[in-house]
């Protein structure tokens, strides 16, 4: 018995351990070859990845004029081949096989965002309704016309949501070919954006009606017309707004972070896929159109980013982009070769063919449908541009991941449109057939045969003016090689080298050599080239047509802005420029290029540092509620006491906890009238707003006490008694009504509601002490908006100096050359006339934008020379990144700099001139030997010619140089006879600010003066209505409070009425009634030696008046009004 049992136990217990081991050995196997599947994926992945940068150094090296695309998707259709036959290959072909959810995921991100981020916003822009219109009514048109070739066209007995839903994969575009092949032979840039603009938002577009006649051909339930409509609204309208709010919250990001590389790289890595799958997974949005919003934000704004990143986050996007083009279109012909290519029979061919054909029939009836609104709008649109867009409508990754995801979706009649089908069955692979079929073709046709294209349409030729202006370029790079082969032979250690194969080795070729035929220049421009004197055979100047002189101009003007728009770029590097700043400079010179012929409007640099009207009404209305009551201290001690406590601080914050204690009495006196519980206390809260009104009339009463009849001109005060008005008004009614018509009547009851609500007008009461800080929040925004547009002139100046240089190198055209730099000269002199105009306005904002210049320029040096002791090994590279690090920290405290700095005191400019080295004894010499000088408008200063006799330091105003020697703007004559010819009186070449120097190298070497310098200063006519306006915000200053007064940048003018008062700086004495001069920052007031002192402010417009202590001077304006007319302009 025992030993049964033992021998049946024995069986069980091996009956129940093997099938439990054999389920281990079967996991370890399965593990084993899912491990190996990965492994094998990775390694296709990276294969591919060799394989194309194999494939693009071959066809750069052989120069084969394919599309790299092209070559891809062949060799991914060869491998897929290869993949069939051979099970060993076709374990690394798997990759195939992912879920085409995935694909797009993965790789639609990357190439959408690049693209986005990549391309000239303000040419989007300027093409956006295009975009648009060929994007959404053209993508739902072709859908359409598509629709109907499949349903009359096949035998497939597909019905509108089949048909529509197999349009819509064939509308979605991918000319990454074509864009390509545009930018490199230079054709149309706007044309390539019109088309890869298109794609971006096409792609989009196409997915949500995929989705939407997807969702229809798979559900029984179907929708409305409102409801698809509504649909697409969502998701096409919501998926931007989502992009662009991630977009803000990116570039919010990114301005916190200065010049670090990895920080940036991985915010816009991660907002991108965020944006994606957080539109696509949860706010079920287009992820696409979100992710194309935030690449154009982030791209508008890209100023935001660090200067020295910007390029190598360029260089990540790209790297991204290629090789996620690389991967995809390998895969593409594999699926085509695995799944679709074997699987066409009879009259599929036929099909397909005539599919390929009609597709590029309807883009083409599309765009012409579209041409009368295509031609008015954005930059045009030609018949030849036209044709192009409709050969490059290319098909890509983006269908054949739509037709995947109908191939793999199983609510979907596979018999009719799938891939997946019984044996024999003549349905089978349909929508991945014929869309394998047309990408395939699009891309070995249409993308091979546009080049050809565009040379037929004549569009890739190379303009005339182009090979001029590279023919100049290559005799600059000539003459270069020529002087530094010279230069090299007269090397000791080089002198013997094989000069012959140098300089064969260094030569370069024109890039537009083309054949000789191909080089014939067309007729109509009739270019030729210098002539050949038969009598003396000696070379004669060639001579052009205006046709070819405009050509030229407009190709030059062209570079020049490019050269500008480079300039201000390089300026933004260096800190030199704000990131606002560069942004307008650079759109400044982007609507130039937009007009033929065109340079920068001066005008709209000069819009930069207007003051937007809205400031200027905003401050004049907040200062009417600034409550300063001017009154003197009474003498009397209980009135002074009262005095003292009504305008302490306590006093007001213990009025304004009343008001918020009251408010919560008006709470509850509202929940009485309406609460059962609460009605039997309605007369607690009316007695405690009796106290309350009560405490409103003691504080009025004590202010009136103490200010008298000035109590009135306070507009809080006339609150205070409307408030105390209405709650007595209140107090009545609360009483005497609900005692004659009773509690329960609903028309007392509604007045008694009303009264009570009433009360809520005591909280304006709450905004006086916020409306100094509004009023200071608004004067901040006016100095940061003035701070940016003087940083906007200054670039622009420095900008039009740096590009004036390379001008001769731009244009062999002396005429043209001269056209160039006459136009900068004038626009530069103009924008430098205005900011010196504005600095003198505004000296507190041109002093901080000028220390912050100068400190950022001190750090760039210091930065380089760290980088020179890194290259030459003094410093070790952790030693150096520590002084880098602690420089840039610098730099990017220097983003958060003041919009404005006091102003130091005249004397201390002595203290900035170099060859004084900071020398205290020198600089006391040059004091005691300097006297103050102030000039009026127009007064000459120095005369062209004359004699040395003194250095110049400009304190105040601005100055104008003149010259009848040295090439500059013309000045003309003004008092020139009617109808004379127009004669030059001398030539501006300059002007000049405060903290300028004039004189000093004259001085030095004895040589006369080079240049008339005149006083600039301007001054404008004024009349007596003018005046009056001017005196209307004016001021008296009353000298009893203070002996010291202090002139700042709200001031305007400054007008001693009466006594006399001195320069505290340079003890300059003045009498009233007198000008206070411009050079004077700080006055004493010398009531011992006159009458009392009494100085008028007429503060700027932007101004308000900086003393409590104002009072009215409506009867002594018509005394001042001629010593108002004096400006002036002063030099020490």
């Known amino acids: 018995m025992n030993t049964t049992t033992s021998t049946l136990n024995e069986t069980t217990l091996h009956s129940a351990t093997t099938p439990s081991g054999h389920a281990n050995v079967t996991e370890h196997v399965r593990h084993w070859h899912v491990e190996e599947h990965e492994s094998a994926v990775l390694f296709f992945i990276f294969f591919c990845c060799a394989i194309g940068a194999l494939i693009r150094r071959l066809l750069h090296g052989l120069k084969i004029k ?72 053209g993508l739902a048109l072709s859908s359409f016309l598509t629709c109907l070739l499949a349903r009359y066209l096949f035998t497939y007995n597909w019905d509108w949501n089949e048909g529509m839903m197999f349009g819509s994969i064939l509308s979605a575009t991918d000319p990454v070919a074509v864009v390509a092949l545009l930018r490199d032979v230079g054709a149309s840039k706007q044309l390539a954006m019109v088309i890869e603009g298109e794609s971006l938002v096409n792609d989009g577009a196409a997915i949500v009606f995929f989705n939407i006649f997807l969702k229809l051909t798979t559900t029984e ?83 935001m980013i660090s200067p020295e990143v910007e390029t190598f986050l360029h260089r990540f996007w790209e790297t991204l982009a ?150 100049n370029s290559l005799r600059y790079l000539l003459d270069m090689r020529e002087k530094t082969l010279n230069m090299l032979k007269t090397d000791r250690f080089l002198a013997d080298a094989d000069w012959e194969t140098v300089e064969k080795s260094s030569e370069i070729e024109d890039p537009y050599k083309t054949t000789e035929e191909e080089a014939q220049i067309d007729e109509s421009l009739d270019i030729r080239p210098n002539a050949i004197c038969p009598e003396c055979d000696s070379k004669l100047p060639a001579h052009y047509t205006r046709k070819e002189l405009r050509d030229m101009t407009n190709e030059a003007i062209l570079r020049m802005l490019k050269a500008e728009k480079m300039s201000y770029w390089r300026q933004f590097e260096q800190g030199m420029l704000s990131r606002e700043a560069v942004r307008k400079l650079q759109d400044c010179t982007d609507i130039a290029a937009d007009k033929r012929g065109k340079f920068i409007d001066v005008d709209d640099i000069k819009k930069s540092w207007e003051i937007p009207g809205i400031y200027i009404r905003l401050k004049r209305i907040v200062k009417r509620f600034i409550g300063k009551t001017p009154t003197d201290e009474p003498k009397q001690k209980a009135l002074n006491l009262l005095h003292r406590i009504t305008r302490h601080l306590a006093f007001s914050i213990v009025v304004y906890v009343v008001i918020v204690l009251d408010m919560v009495n008006v709470t509850f006196a509202v929940i009485c009238e309406y609460h059962p519980y609460w009605h039997d206390k309605k007369n607690v809260f009316r007695f405690l707003n009796v106290v309350f009104v009560a405490l409103y009339m003691i504080e009025a009463m004590l202010k009136i006490i103490v200010q008298k009849r000035h109590y009135l001109s306070n507009c809080w005060h006339s609150l205070c008694l409307a408030i105390i008005c209405i709650g ?102 103009d924008v430098i006339r205005c900011l010196g105009m504005l600095q003198k306005q505004h000296p507190d904002i041109a002093l901080s934008i000028k220390t912050r210049q100068a400190i950022r320029s001190v750090l760039n040096n210091l930065r380089d020379g760290i980088h020179e002791l890194l290259m030459d090994g003094i410093l070790e590279l952790a030693e150096g990144h520590k002084l880098e690090k602690m420089v840039e920290e610098k730099m990017k405290r220097l983003l958060g700099a003041p919009a404005s700095l006091p102003l130091p005191p005249p004397d201390k400019m002595l203290n900035n001139v170099f060859w004084l080295r900071n020398d205290p004894n020198l600089i006391s010499y040059i004091k005691d030997k300097a006297k103050l000088i102030s000039y009026n408008y127009e007064d000459v200063i120095i005369r062209e010619g004359d004699p040395p006799g003194g250095i110049y330091i400009i304190v105040s105003g601005m100055v104008r140089l003149e010259s009848e020697s040295q090439p500059g703007k013309p000045i003309l004559l003004d008092d020139k006879p009617s109808g004379s010819q127009l004669k030059i009186k001398s030539n501006l070449i300059d002007f000049l600010t405060a903290g300028n120097i004039i004189g000093e190298m004259g001085l030095l070497t004895k040589r006369p003066r080079s240049a008339t310098v005149t006083c600039e200063t301007a001054v404008q006519g004024w009349t007596k209505e003018k005046i009056k306006l001017k005196l209307e915000n004016s001021y008296l200053f009353d000298s009893d ?92």
């Open 221 to 303: 339930e179907g929708m409305t017309g409102g409801q698809i409509v509504w649909h697409f609204v969502r998701v096409a309208v919501g998926g931007p707004l989502w992009g662009f709010l991630m977009g803000k919250i990116s570039l919010f990001w990114l301005a916190r972070v200065f010049n670090d590389a990895l920080v940036e790289i991985t915010i816009t890595l991660a907002s991108t896929y965020l944006t994606y799958y957080i539109g696509e997974e949860f706010m079920e949005v287009s992820g696409v159109l979100a992710v194309v919003v935030l690449g154009i934000t982030i791209n508008a704004e890209k100023t």
């Open 322 to 471: 290629y090789i996620a083009n690389t991967l995809i279109f390998i895969i593409v012909g594999m699926v085509i070769s695995e799944k679709a290519i074997f699987e066409i029979h009879g009259i599929d061919w036929f099909y397909m063919f005539a599919l390929y054909f009609g597709i590029f029939v309807i883009r083409a009836v599309v765009i012409a449908l579209f041409s009368p609104v295509l031609r008015h709008t954005g930059y045009g649109m030609s018949w030849k541009e036209g044709t192009v867009m409709t050969w490059g409508g290319l098909r890509g990754a983006v269908g054949l991941a739509l037709a995947l995801q109908v191939a793999h979706h199983d609510e979907i009649d596979q018999e009719t449109v799938g891939i997946r089908s019984d044996e024999g069955t003549e349905y089978g692979y349909k929508v991945l057939i014929h869309v394998s079929g047309v990408v395939f073709l699009t891309l070995l046709i249409n993308a091979t045969t546009v080049l050809g294209l565009l040379r037929l349409l004549g569009m890739s030729d190379i303009s005339p003016a182009k090979r001029m202006s590279m023919a």
């Open 728 to 829: 007595i008004v209140d107090i009545i009614i609360g009483f005497t009504l609900t005692v004659i018509y009773g509690e329960k009547n609903e028309a007392v009851r509604i007045v008694v509601v009303v009264f009570i609500l009433l009360r809520t007008i005591r909280l304006l009461r709450l905004l006086e002490p916020v409306i100094p800080s509004l009023l200071s929040l608004i004067k901040r925004n006016i100095s940061k908006h003035l701070s940016y547009g003087y940083d906007v002139g200054r670039g622009y100046v420095a900008g039009e100096e740096e590009v004036r240089k390379l001008i001769d190198h731009m244009v062999d055209h002396r005429d043209i050359a001269k056209t160039l730099k006459q136009v900068s000269d004038n626009g530069r002199l």
């Open 1041 to 1132: 409070d203070s002996d010291v007064f202090t002139v700042d940048s709200e001031m305007s003018d400054v007008v001693l009425v009466n006594g006399v008062a001195q320069n505290a700086f340079t003890r300059e004495q003045f009498v009233g009634p007198c000008y206070i001069p411009w050079t004077v920052l700080k006055l004493e007031l010398r009531p011992d030696k006159g009458p009392k002192p009494v100085l008028l402010v007429i503060p700027t417009e932007l101004g308000q008046p900086a003393h409590a202590q104002a009072k009215s001077t409506h009867d002594l304006k018509t005394r001042t009004l001629e010593r108002l007319l004096i400006l002036s302009a002063s030099c020490v």
């Open 66 to 137: 394919l599309p790299y695309t092209v070559v891809l998707l062949v060799l991914g259709v060869l491998f897929g081949l290869l993949s069939g036959r051979y099970e060993s290959v076709h374990l690394y072909a798997r990759v195939v096989e992912t879920d085409p959810h995935l694909i797009l995921h993965i790789f639609l991100p990357v190439l959408i965002f690049e693209s986005a981020f990549a391309m000239e916003v303000h040419t989007f822009l300027k093409t956006f309704v295009q975009v648009i219109l060929l994007a959404i009514p």
